[in-house]
C-alpha cells in the first residue's frame, strides 16, 4: 500500500482506497476510465461517482451544541437529580473542588447544603 495523490484535490490517499477520503473523487484506476466518458469538469461541482458512497462531514470531528444535549437524560420532572457515586467520592475526598458540581441545574437544597455542611466542616477542621 502506497500513498498517491488525489486527481482531483491533490491530497494523498492510499493506493488501495476506492475513493479519496477528502473530496470523494473516484480512485486513479476508476480516474481514468470515466473521465473519457464524462463531460468535462465545471467549476459548479466536483464529479462524483455514484458507486462510491459520499461521506458527509457532519459524521466526522465536533458534534452540535444540540445534538450532546439531545444525548443527555434531563432529569426527572418529579425529582431532584441524583448524586452520581463518583461526585459523592470525590466530595467526601477533596469537597474544595468537587463541591461546586451540586451547583449543576437539578441538585435539591438538601444535596447542596449536605455537600457544602461538609466543605465548612472540612474546612474548620483544617484550621484547629
Do not use: D, Y
Not at 12 to 31: F, N
Amino acid at each position: 500500500m502506497a500513498l498517491i495523490e488525489c486527481f482531483e484535490c491533490k491530497q494523498r490517499i492510499s493506493s488501495t482506497a476506492p475513493a479519496c477520503i477528502h473530496c470523494g473523487a473516484p480512485a486513479v484506476a476508476e480516474a481514468a476510465t470515466s473521465t473519457a466518458t464524462q463531460a468535462p469538469l465545471s467549476f459548479g461541482r466536483l464529479p462524483t461517482n455514484e458507486s462510491v458512497p459520499r461521506v458527509t462531514p457532519a459524521a466526522f470531528g465536533r458534534r452540535r451544541k444540540a445534538e450532546v444535549e439531545a444525548e443527555i437524560p434531563a432529569p426527572a420532572p418529579g425529582g431532584p437529580r441524583p448524586v452520581e457515586l463518583w461526585l459523592k467520592l470525590m466530595i467526601f475526598f477533596l469537597p474544595p473542588f468537587f463541591v461546586w458540581f451540586l451547583l449543576r441545574r437539578g441538585h435539591s437544597l438538601g444535596q447542596r447544603l449536605l455537600g457544602f455542611g461538609w466543605l465548612a466542616l472540612m474546612i474548620l477542621l483544617s484550621k484547629a
